[in-house]
């Protein structure tokens, strides 16, 4: 009763504040009773946070014709998710058809069972599930493959060998693949290798009981203490022996790469050839997986070359691409290609850098060859797609003409539940979480509807309220229908474009940069600190504020003015640092410019292309490419004419030795 009281009470008090929203209410499309029901939402969120089910089975009651009426039973259903029986949850999908928060509350609730073992329960649930992250999809092939699907243990292959870090519910797919007899010895063996090397004990022993090496965690652990020590006078005769030379390989690569270089060609000697690769493997892979510690070496390449022949994991065959296309090494780059898996090969990365590799042939049907695969990859416009067409003189000079979104887009835009929901909440500044999790899936809706229409609808919307990041989100996936205005957005452009030509630096690409930093959020915060539309660090601004001879005012970064003039200040500062160099610049921004120089080459200058590619952080080899397509994209937005990715990524200077 007191918590009815206080609910009439709330009402009451905030009758003059609805009053007082009303005109910004009324221009987002929204009615004012609608916003009213909709700022329960919050409420009801303090009630679930606080575990609080009787009230929020009240805000079930009184929210159930808002648009936002399926959370608080969303919630009261994901209090003690795991114990809910599985009918709760199909009921909840079947009356939420296809929504944003019917699919997580399944795609969890498989998650839940999966940890319980309980298999059969979740198996009902499964066909909710149509977005299914990584660890999702592996609880759900669990599933499947306990009711007896034989499909399961090809598609997951990658899982079966992966041995870097992965979802409990991947670790959990792989062990259930130990008792299928469809993994024949060699993938046991190839497993337990990976295993061994990666120095994951536990594991590769439980492998190696399946088939019939018997290897203890005692010897292991005594490996472990003194790997060097060991491979002077190891026996080679078994194959415990061979296992055991594995892993004291990898456990020497780990903490001494020279060492164990030195120590390999010798440890191999008079084993089988299958056993002379695997030690090979381990020294080439875990080089290529420690450049951050032990920068690239050659000499790694030469060991995964050595290694050829022996079946690569999907994350083996990446690690010899790269270090194949770090040092030109094009054969060896080839052999990497057509050891990766079918999906691998085919993406658009690995088939440009197929051509760039096929070309370096000397015969007319090699160099066909790529100017085919070019050819097809330049029908895009992604970071790949732009260098393919640089290598065959195709110009980029024009973009396609900005669809507009008609009436008609705009008014089934409004009746969308899915954009409603997600317009909703940000109108009562709900949690980004929620936010964009409804406006993610309603993109996705659309898309898979085929509805570039109503997606850029959506991001015209979006633009016009300021919602860029959304806005952008949205005009990237549209299949048929673009607009390159909303696609790439260039909010604040005369403060943007008079700061990068008052600090000598390319409008284009500080715009490319800060698409790909913040979206244009200018609140943007990352988890380390760094802030607004370029992502300044405070030490960052701090040192650029000294620069500029100005005082620091850590409020300054929060304003649009003063984190565009300071960001591109110190994107001018840290390029002339890195040799000029635009792309060692970007990497610099994201990494730091001492690891940026410190990737640089010693001994011979290499295109820009290899460099990136071959950078050893995921985030920041991706980061570049990104920086640099949008930075193309907004040269012939801002009318600088024909653009060529290729000219904005010269070839790659040695590193200083200063």
Known sequence: MKEGKWMLKQKFTQKNYYKLLALTVAASGLSLSAYAADEQFNDALRAANSGNISLLQQYQYSMQNDVLGYYPEYWILNNNLASQPASAITSFAQRYPQSAMAEKLAADYVEEKVKQADFATAQPVLQYVSNADRAETCAIAQV????????????????WLTTNSQPDSCTGLGRMMLSSPLMTKDDRHQRMWGQLRAGQSGQAIATAQTIGVNISLAQLNTIQANPLNYLWAAPKATAEDHAYLIYAMGRLADSDLNGAMSSVKRAAEGTPESVQKALYRSVGYIGGTTVMKNNFNREVLNYLDASYGLPFSSEEAEIYARQAIRFGAWESLIRAIDAMNVTQKQEDRWQYWLARASEQRGDASSKRTAQDI????AVGDDYHNLLARDKIGQSYNNIPSNVQPSAQDAQRLSQDIHFNRAFALRNINASDSYINREWNWAVRQAYLKHDDGMILAAAKRATDIGWYDRAIYAADRTTNKHNYSLRYAMPHQSYVVSHSRNAGIDPAWAYGLMRQESRFVTSARSHVGAGGLMQIMPDTAKLVARQ???????????????????????????????????VLATAGYNAGPNRARRWQPEYQAIAADQYTESIPLTETRDYVKHVMTNATHYGLLLGQGPQSIEKRMQMIPLRSTQ
């Not at 070019?374 to 990859?377: A, N, S, T, V």
């Not at 500062?573 to 635009?582: A, E, Y």
């Open 548 to 582: 500029m001879g100005e005082s620091y005012n850590p409020a300054a970064l929060s304003d649009m003015n003063t984190n565009i003039r300071y960001g591109t200040y110190y994107l001018s500062m840290i390029q002339r640092q890195l040799s000029n160099s635009p």
């Open 144 to 159: 499947r493959a306990k009711s007896g699907d034989p499909l399961v243990y090809a598609e997951f292959k990658d899982v």
């Open 374 to 377: 070019y050819r097809k990859l």
